[in-house]
């Protein structure tokens, strides 16, 4: 389906339709659990002017509601992050961190907002007394989990720089929403469940998200939360309050409490410090400028090494040619190699991006495609700017994380991924959020079997390395064309890659791409996105080139949002419950 196709739903008929914020899923509506594999229908919608792509039909209201008093998008941005830290905790909030691109009066700025580790961190910091790697549960359940918060600094950074409201304002819908209580969500529900021998320990969750017998709240039922409109009331007046008053003084308390020692002070609090720099960008095609985060994210420089080595290799544009599958998966193997042995905090590690992209190196792992597909793991290449006295981390990461992208009347626009990495984060829960456990995205090991530092070894002070990509996409013309983003773990590189490809290069819509099927491979044996659609049925086809191929759960939640000559198209992913809202 390409461009042409007519809009499923007319903006009047959408915005009627997400009527449903004041009674979603009421309990007197049929249940429809949202598990791992089950998609819901998405809606393609138009914004004449404005668009707002979330993962949570709360959060999508509240940035909407803010673009309508005139506000930016760096301002419903912050307000749909403040909202998703209530109605999707499992995924984000105020206890963890993310990463935004923001372009505003025409200039694009990257900013990290990656927690870090604290100062009493070392790179012995996940290994047992019995000098092994510890478990990834037993990691991400301990206080050394938890990296420093830091989720209220770059909303907060992001408003200095290009908010337009007042910064009050923009807590009010979540402080309102967690004292008058919204409906728990089938998505919400399912996740509790699955952790409910953990979370049902805590007296504070459970006053929160279960009943007096035990029990996780009914789908529909009305789930209050006054100790995190108590906490935002606090940031509200004063963000310093996190980082060094009572609310950090709260964090500081029970970090320490479960970790039966001194992990934290407040200087591991005070001194946080988001980092804004000049995004990565690349040519793609000779038409497209696509940018995104530089590291401490893997994501942005990964999504576009990928690109560029698929691009090389395959020019068709047929979204049911096998060969277009087979080639992402084999540029995936590739980028993901680089990404694996080099890319870390900049601040530790020096980092070969611009060698990464160099257009003679990409025409050099381009070469190492052919008809045959490359065995996994791929050995890393040797860019230029490397230190090569580093192994590559080869260890899994979860899934998790949240998404939104953001147009306003003005073309000024945002695309932020926020996360507490696991779902529910550490399960460590204070004043009405859950602490991440970000820093479980460090390698465990320190050094690889033949004694070599990990690039991404815990060290004191450094940001663990993430995959998140928020990405924007600009015409020849240097006007803003495409925003994508998406949850996802490690495969968020090949998630945001292939929308890109889908919208850019086979002219799907933002719909069509995002419900394609996912695949991906992390420099391992490839994973298609269990189904019965067009890419499974190739899995024959595919192995017979040598493919490998797992068929798995890749749970996306992409946030598209693409220009046209009527305006900009939306679509959330049916994997999730977001919802895009045009105006």
């Known amino acids: 389906?390409?461009?042409?196709?007519?809009?499923?739903?007319?903006?009047?008929?959408?915005?009627?339709?997400?009527?449903?914020?004041?009674?979603?899923?009421?309990?007197?509506?049929?249940?429809?659990?949202?598990?791992?594999?089950?998609?819901?229908?998405?809606?393609?919608?138009?914004?004449?002017?404005?668009?707002?792509?979330?993962?949570?039909?709360?959060?999508?209201?509240?940035?909407s509601e803010i673009l309508g008093k005139g506000g930016n998008a760096t301002d419903a941005a912050i307000a749909a992050a403040f909202m998703l830290g209530l109605t999707e905790p499992q995924s984000s909030g105020i206890g963890g961190g993310g990463y935004a691109m923001v372009y505003n009066d025409k200039k694009m700025k990257?900013?990290?907002?990656?927690?870090?580790?604290?100062?009493?961190?070392?790179?012995?910091?996940?290994?047992?007394?019995?000098?092994?790697?510890?478990?990834?549960?037993?990691?991400?359940?301990?206080?050394?989990?938890?990296?420093?918060?830091?989720?209220?600094?770059?909303?907060?950074?992001?408003?200095?720089?290009?908010?337009?409201?007042?910064?009050k304002k923009l807590l009010e819908p979540a402080i309102k929403l967690a004292q008058k209580g919204f409906p728990m969500s089938p998505r919400l529900y399912n996740l509790l469940v699955a952790d409910q021998n953990v979370l049902s320990a805590n007296p504070a969750i459970t006053a929160v998200y279960f009943n007096s017998d035990g029990s996780v709240k009914a789908i529909g039922t009305t789930v209050k939360n006054p100790d995190y409109a108590t906490t935002l009331q606090k940031i509200a007046k004063d963000p310093q309050e996190f980082y060094t008053g009572s609310i950090a003084k709260d964090i500081i308390n029970i970090i320490n409490e479960k970790a039966g020692t001194e992990l934290y002070t407040k200087k591991d609090l005070k001194d946080y410090n988001v980092i804004v720099y000049d995004p990565v960008c690349s040519?793609?095609?000779?038409?497209?400028?696509?940018?995104?985060?530089?590291?401490?994210?893997?994501?942005?420089?990964?999504?576009?090494?990928?690109?560029?080595?698929?691009?090389?290799?395959?020019?068709?544009?047929?979204?049911?040619?096998?060969?277009?599958?087979?080639?992402?998966?084999?540029?995936?193997?590739?980028?993901?190699?680089d990404?694996?042995?080099?890319?870390?905090?900049?601040?530790?590690?020096?980092?070969?991006?611009?060698?990464?992209?160099?257009?003679?190196?990409?025409?050099?792992?381009?070469?190492?495609?052919?008809?045959?597909?490359?065995a996994t793991p791929v050995s890393a290449g040797i860019p230029d700017g490397i230190d090569k006295k580093y192994a590559p981390d080869l260890s899994p990461k979860p899934h998790g994380t949240t998404s939104m992208s953001i147009v306003d009347k003005n073309g000024d626009a945002v695309t932020m991924t926020v996360t507490v990495e696991?779902?529910?984060?550490?399960?460590?829960?204070?004043?009405g959020?859950?602490?991440?456990?970000?820093?479980?995205?460090?390698?465990?090991?320190?050094?690889?079997?033949?004694?070599?530092?990990?690039?991404?070894?815990?060290?004191?002070?450094?940001?663990?390395?993430?995959?998140?990509?928020?990405?924007?996409?600009?015409?020849?013309?240097?006007?803003?064309?495409?925003?994508?983003?998406?949850?996802?773990?490690?495969q968020i590189i090949c998630y945001v890659a292939k929308n890109l490809i889908g919208?850019?290069?086979?002219?799907?819509?933002?719909?069509?791409?995002?419900?394609?099927?996912?695949?991906?491979?992390?420099?391992?044996?490839?994973?298609?996105?269990?189904?019965?659609?067009?890419?499974?049925?190739?899995?024959?086809?595919?192995?017979?080139?040598?493919?490998?191929?797992?068929?798995?759960?890749?749970?996306?939640?992409?946030?598209?949002?693409?220009k046209t000559k009527n305006g900009w198209l939306g679509a959330a992913d049916p994997r999730r419950e977001g919802v895009a809202i045009g105006n």
Request: with cysteine.
């Open 422 to 431: 696991h779902q529910f984060g550490s399960h460590l829960f204070v004043d």
């Open 110 to 167: 990257a900013y990290d907002g990656r927690e870090v580790a604290p100062r009493s961190a070392n790179p012995q910091w996940f290994i047992g007394s019995d000098g092994k790697p510890l478990s990834f549960d037993q990691a991400m359940l301990s206080a050394k989990s938890i990296g420093v918060p830091s989720e209220v600094a770059l909303l907060y950074k992001m408003h200095q720089d290009s908010g337009k409201l007042d910064w």
């Open 503 to 562: 919208m850019l290069d086979m002219g799907l819509t933002p719909l069509d791409a995002v419900s394609s099927a996912n695949l991906c491979a992390v420099n391992t044996n490839p994973v298609i996105e269990s189904g019965n659609d067009w890419l499974n049925q190739q899995i024959p086809q595919l192995q017979a080139m040598g493919e490998s191929i797992v068929q798995s759960d890749l749970v996306s939640g992409e946030t598209n949002i693409l």
């Open 283 to 337: 040519l793609y095609r000779n038409q497209y400028k696509i940018c995104s985060v530089p590291p401490s994210s893997s994501g942005g420089a990964t999504v576009l090494e990928l690109m560029q080595i698929y691009a090389n290799n395959y020019s068709g544009n047929n979204p049911q040619d096998v060969k277009w599958a087979y080639n992402f998966l084999e540029a995936s193997k590739l980028a993901y190699a």
């Open 1 to 63: 389906m390409n461009r042409n196709t007519t809009i499923k739903k007319s903006v009047l008929g959408v915005l009627v339709a997400t009527s449903f914020f004041s009674n979603a899923y009421a309990a007197n509506q049929p249940v429809a659990p949202e598990v791992a594999t089950a998609k819901t229908d998405k809606e393609l919608v138009l914004g004449k002017k404005s668009m707002v792509v979330t993962n949570n039909p709360w959060a999508s209201q509240a940035a």
């Open 339 to 374: 990404r694996n042995q080099y890319l870390a905090d900049p601040d530790f590690v020096k980092q070969p991006v611009k060698g990464l992209l160099n257009t003679d190196y990409l025409a050099s792992r381009s070469k190492l495609v052919s008809e045959s597909a490359l």
């Open 433 to 490: 959020f859950f602490l991440n456990n970000e820093l479980t995205d460090f390698s465990f090991k320190p050094v690889s079997d033949n004694g070599k530092p990990i690039a991404n070894r815990v060290e004191a002070g450094k940001r663990p390395r993430s995959s998140i990509a928020p990405t924007m996409v600009f015409d020849k013309k240097g006007k803003l064309y495409a925003l994508t983003g998406s949850p996802g773990g490690s």
